[in-house]
């Protein structure tokens, strides 16, 4: 069992290097995260193919390039404060917070935030705080953040996030009507005002008001 894990890993990391993810950290941060940990036990023996995953409360935990994708536009350094908006899984803030200062990240479900919150725990992942509450309000007590990221798909820009972006920030979000196109977008705060690159073509799920009322 364990040397298939292994091979796993590696055909994981070398899907990744071709196609396209050349951040030495994001790579060492994908490498060192066990993505096993963030999926559903039935789905467990798929963890490490390159595909997104189903978890609770109809979410989805993302295939792994679309994570080391966005991370990796990002630009993290080690000092950086970030801020997630939809916890999910807690993958994405995991990944994250082996190369960031802080991770806070938002969940808009109970039963995700504290199930994040345990494998934190677990596997000894001391720079995540897990709220819940509502995405669109962000953290305006904690702002402004050098980076954030979305990880479920906005209609527009939330105003409020951008706002919360501190000088030189970088937002990094899906952006689409939920049943029609989506592509990555990464905004830039620049003294010159905010600058907006359109990317890779993906599909998320949307990106929804208020903290849930179940679940």
Partial sequence: MAPNKHLDRMEFMLTLRRRGITDPAVLRAMEEVPREM???????????????????????????????????????????????????????AAVISRIAAMVVSIERYRTLAERARKIFDMIGYTNIEVITGDGFEGAPQRAPFDRIIVTAAAETIPDNLVDQLGEDGILVLPLGPRNGPQDIVRLRKTAEGIKREDLIAVRFVPLLPGQAKEL
Avoid at 51 to 73: F, K, N, R, W
């Fill in 38 to 92: 963030f999926v559903p036990d039935n789905l467990k023996p798929q963890a490490y193919e390159d595909h997104a995953l189903p978890i609770d409360c109809g979410q989805t935990i993302s295939q792994p390039y679309v994570v080391a994708y966005m991370t990796e536009l990002l630009e993290l350094q080690t000092r950086h404060r970030v801020l997630e908006i939809g916890t999910g899984s807690g993958y994405q």
